[in-house]
């Protein structure tokens, strides 16, 4: 377990192999609630190499000391990726686009 926000990893080994590798992180929030934005690969054993990139978002919360995996989201390719950050920024300009309609001059 980790006590402190930037031990948090995804990093799994069994038998001495790393079978997922973290290759970046963003944290989204902190707190006692924190969310956190993965990269990583898994590995292939039948290829003994790495697959491709994949992301997940992870949802951690503080009890005892120790923040404890409460939620995690997987992002299942790319291609979900590219959407879910294309439908973020076209909503996003929406938004921003609306404010600055409503604001007085």
């Given at each position: 377990m980790s006590s402190t926000i930037d031990e948090i990893t995804i990093n799994y080994e069994e038998d001495g192999v790393l079978l997922?590798?973290?290759l970046d992180k963003e944290i989204l929030s902190k707190g006692l609630n924190t969310t956190i934005l993965f990269r990583y690969k898994e590995y292939i054993a039948?290829?003994?190499e790495y697959g491709p990139d994949k992301y997940t978002i992870r949802r951690y919360k503080k009890i005892g000391g120790e923040f404890k995996q409460q939620a995690k989201f997987n992002i299942s390719s790319e291609r979900q990726g590219k959407i879910?950050?294309?439908t973020?920024?076209?909503?996003i300009n929406e938004s921003q686009a609306?404010?600055?309609e409503e604001a007085p001059f």
């Open positions: 997922v590798k973290e039948d290829k003994d879910i950050a294309e973020l920024t076209r909503w609306a404010d600055d």
